[in-house]
């Protein structure tokens, strides 16, 4: 059954164009006219029309800390008890409902797809639940009960940080990150498969290395090799030693790393290894274009060209990375050099991609004392660049693509006014009316289908915190 929705204005790979009618089948665009009016049966949405958002970065579980770790001036330390301390109350019943809340509130932000950074692999002192990946299927649930899209970034975890002395053991919460060595790892994750539940496919299982402090030198060449290796071909009973190549190769799968977030982290892996983690990466054959490289704050020129130069992403978190003070990233000079630029939420201080865009350029003016770093053009792209979470097929109302689509309220106290070219620079995501996921409508009137997310996220949270913490 084909359906149409009309837009007055859409933002497409041309360009703004003016009433814009886009035809709809089995999850797809089938049509692009411009200039037509609305015609019986359409449905119109209102305002600016954007491609679906998406979010290259998130931590579920983080969104149980927001408005609660600034005791002290809130050092990324005492940030980081607290989030131990929520990690070790959850259950697959509590992950499930937190996300399911997380994810809403991302729809209602315009958040299509989300690519989740997911670690919070075991039970209580890393005790295997019966099904290993029963917290990773938690998240599963939690994206298709809201209607938007999952990369499931099943990620490396095996130690507890890198020092003078070599690498720690994990500890406390973090045993449950951690599955022992890579090929564990890899043997877990690989019982996950992309999947169709009766529509569209809304599951792509990538990977993720932590970090260099988490993930041993040995061990990084191993994640790679799994994320770029077919399913099919996986060897459950030989060492998974086959050397990963540069690009995107037969598994096809994303490859995230946290990526010198602080120059600590640098600092570290200069002592052990007399490179930098973007020097390591490159040596472990680890670069490449399937790589996005989460933060990429602490660079050097040399970081930033062999980023360019494997055309990987920099995913960039600005909300998370000044929560944190964690500094400004070298955003422009990145893309300069050839690597992509994709947005996430990260520990979600804040879920509005449209801030995280904006964010990108603001930070950028604050670092250079120039206006103009990215354009409007530039922001969207990356908060659309579903192609660094697994979905090459999203983020662009053209013929052919998933039928994502964001209406943006052009009439509130922050867009009334505004150019739809430039509605990225002044809207944020409560000016989000209606969202589109593959077609089907998750969110009308500003309000997900859910119901109340607020009161979602408000029962999620409250059993997972203590007064202190």
């Keep these: 059954m084909s359906t149409a929705f009309h837009a007055r204005h859409a933002h497409l790979p041309t360009g703004v164009a003016a009433d814009v009618r886009i035809t709809v089948q089995d999850g797809r665009i089938t049509g692009v006219e411009t200039g037509i009016p609305p015609q019986d049966g359409d449905h119109r949405l209102p305002g600016v029309v954007l491609p679906g958002l998406a979010n290259a970065h998130s931590h579920a579980f983080h969104r149980a800390l927001r408005g609660r770790t600034h005791h002290g001036g809130g050092t990324f330390w005492s940030w980081r008890e607290t989030m131990y301390a929520v990690a070790a109350r959850l259950d697959p019943d509590r992950y499930l409902a937190l996300a399911r809340a997380t994810y809403a509130e991302m729809a209602l932000a315009g958040i299509t797809a989300v690519g989740e950074f997911h670690y919070l692999h075991h039970g209580p002192g890393g005790k295997r639940y019966m099904d290993p990946n029963v917290m990773g299927k938690a998240l599963v649930q939690a994206a298709a009960d809201v209607g938007i899209r999952l990369t499931l970034l099943d990620t490396c975890y095996l130690v507890g940080g890198l020092d003078g002395a070599g690498h720690r053991e994990l500890e406390g919460a973090q045993l449950r990150f951690g599955d022992g060595d890579a090929r564990t790892w890899a043997l877990r994750v690989d019982d996950l498969r992309d999947h169709t539940d009766g529509g569209p496919a809304h599951l792509r299982v990538g990977a993720a290395i932590h970090s260099v402090r988490a993930v041993p030198r040995d061990q990084l060449a191993t994640v790679a090799s ?39 982290e640098n600092d570290v892996c200069l002592a052990a290894h007399g490179l930098t983690p973007t020097g390591l990466l490159e040596a472990e054959g680890v670069l490449g274009p399937d790589l996005s490289a989460v933060h990429a704050t602490h660079l050097t020129d040399e970081d930033v060209a062999l980023l360019g130069r494997h055309r990987s992403y920099a995913c960039f978190c600005p909300t998370t990375e000044r929560d944190l003070a964690d500094g400004i990233g070298p955003a422009r000079a990145l893309r300069d050099a050839g690597a992509r630029l994709s947005l996430g939420s990260d520990q979600h201080a804040v879920i509005d991609l449209l801030e995280e865009a904006r964010a990108l350029e603001m930070h950028e003016r604050l670092d250079s004392l120039e206006r103009g770093r990215f354009t409007p053009v530039d922001l969207l792209a990356a908060a659309t660049a579903h192609d660094s979470i697994g979905w090459p097929d999203a983020g662009r109302i053209e013929v052919g693509a998933r039928a994502d689509l964001v209406a943006v309220r052009d009439d509130t106290v922050r867009t009334a006014g505004t150019d739809p070219g430039q509605v990225v620079l002044a809207a944020t995501s409560a000016d989000v009316d209606t969202v589109v996921v593959d077609g089907r409508v998750v969110v009308q009137d500003g309000r997900h289908r859910l119901g109340d997310v607020g009161r979602l996220l408000s029962e999620a949270i409250h059993p997972l915190v203590a007064p202190t913490d």
């Design 226 to 264: 799994w994320a770029r290796t077919a399913p099919a071909t996986l060897d459950r009973t030989a060492p998974l030693s086959t050397p990963p190549t540069s690009g995107r190769g037969e598994g096809g799968r994303p490859v995230h790393v946290h990526l010198s977030e602080q120059p600590a």
